[in-house]
């Protein structure tokens, strides 16, 4: 093959690669840089109704919205994020889904009703272990004081705990 017909044949193979090899390049930097906003939504545990948003990833020194509820019945929160890059609201939000805006950058937090299924579910998981590691130490149950003051997610949890531990090998 002679010398003309391989340039021809080689170079735009060449420049191509070099070409498509930049762009990937370019875009993977593109995507690392852009910031990934996260946000969730929990109970307060010590205000029925009352909702933590803890929003993540904004970019520091820029305004985020946050945005719950219903079309008649709102919640909306906005600040700056700290250096950080973090965002904090607290308030009594309505039934529904809870968003959170930076830019142009937006994800979804949750719902209420997921906040409270989650907080039910931690306060079962508390109340059982120490229930478990009450009734274990003594080898009978003991009735914890206030335990009708405390969530009744924890009390079940606690009792159910204190039944596996009387029914287990420790006892």
């Given at each position: 093959?002679?010398?003309?017909?391989?340039?021809?044949?080689?170079?735009?193979?060449?420049?191509?690669?070099?070409?498509?090899?930049s762009v990937s390049l370019l875009a993977g930097s593109a995507q690392a840089a852009a910031?990934?906003?996260?946000?969730?939504?929990?109970?307060?545990?010590?205000s029925p109704g009352r909702y933590d948003?803890?929003?993540?990833?904004?970019?520091?020194?820029?305004?985020?919205?946050?945005?719950?509820?219903?079309?008649?019945?709102?919640?909306?929160?906005?600040?700056s994020a700290n250096d950080d890059g973090e965002f904090n609201s607290s308030g009594f939000i309505p039934a529904g889904k809870v968003t959170?805006?930076?830019?142009?950058?937006?994800?979804?937090?949750?719902?209420?009703?997921?906040?409270e299924q989650q907080d039910a579910q931690t306060q079962y998981s508390k109340?059982?272990?120490k229930g478990f590691d009450d009734t274990k130490a003594h080898c009978k149950m003991t009735q914890q004081n206030n335990l009708t003051q405390l969530d009744p997610n924890y009390e079940k949890g606690y009792n159910a705990g204190a039944k596996a531990a009387l029914d287990s090998k420790f006892c």
């Open positions: 093959m002679n010398r003309r017909v391989r340039l021809a044949v080689l170079t735009p193979l060449a420049v191509s690669s070099l070409a498509f090899g910031p990934s906003l996260t946000c969730s939504v929990k109970q307060t545990p010590t948003v803890n929003v993540k990833g904004a970019q520091p020194g820029v305004d985020v919205s946050v945005q719950g509820g219903t079309a008649t019945n709102r919640f909306i929160a906005s600040g959170a805006s930076s830019g142009d950058d937006k994800a979804t937090c949750g719902t209420v009703k997921e906040a109340g059982y272990q």
